[in-house]
């Protein structure tokens, strides 16, 4: 019997397997889309594997598949940016029980909590920033 796939959260992202990680990482230097004859001349599997990795792939609700003829295109659904934020917030819960960003500035520091003025001081330090990604 199969394990549930793990889902990372906040985007509901099931985690890849190291192969289908190599498949996305093409996937994602086409943000407009990839037709799957392009994707399928990068790796050496057996087509029928290639295709089922893709097809493993969209089932995880990474990409979107737009069928083209024969082929389909890939369009990846979230960032490569996003998907490592989610693995790594979900990598920090599990192994770690950090559930925030201060839980992880104060692990950092050998602690277990931070002062009240210290999440202040750090959740404007966040939203700057925030701001300044979105500027």
């Known amino acids: 019997m199969k394990t549930p796939q793990k889902v990372l959260e906040p985007l509901g992202i099931k985690k890849l397997s190291n192969t289908e990680m190599q498949f996305m ?6 943000p407009q889309g990839i037709k799957s004859e392009e994707i399928y001349a990068k790796f050496s ?3 029928g594997t290639k295709s089922t990795i893709l097809h493993r792939i969209a089932g ?6 737009v069928r083209s003829g024969k082929h389909h295109i890939y369009i990846p659904k979230v960032t490569k940016e996003e998907y490592r934020r989610a693995f790594f917030r979900e990598q920090m819960e599990r192994e770690f029980g950090i559930t925030s960003f201060e839980g992880l500035a104060a692990a950092f520091c050998g602690r277990t909590t931070l002062r009240p003025e210290e999440k202040e001081r750090i959740g404007q330090l966040l939203e700057e920033l925030k701001r300044n990604e979105a500027e």
Not at 25 to 30: G, S
Not at 60 to 65: D, H, M, R, S
Request: charged share 20%.
């Open 45 to 47: 599997q057996a087509l």
């Open 25 to 30: 990482e093409v996937i994602w230097e086409h």
């Open 60 to 65: 995880k609700g990474l990409v979107t598949t």
